[in-house]
């Protein structure tokens, strides 16, 4: 049981850490339409989401 719930916990924080890297590099993207910020702010993942909220 405990190795089903190990499991689950890694693919949840692997798709998390993807979804937050899509959507940093998307805002990144199109605020300031730039491939390398987006890709910086794509490494950054949710720090750079959670900056973007509280910035605008």
Not at 1 to 27: C, D, H, N, P, Y
């Amino acid at each position: 049981m405990e190795e089903k719930q190990t499991t689950v916990i890694r693919k949840t924080v692997k798709s998390g850490i993807t979804f937050g890297s899509a959507l940093a590099m998307v805002i990144s993207y199109t605020t300031w339409h730039s491939v390398g910020w987006a890709i910086v702010h794509g490494l950054l993942s949710w720090l750079y989401v959670i900056y973007f909220v509280m910035r605008y």
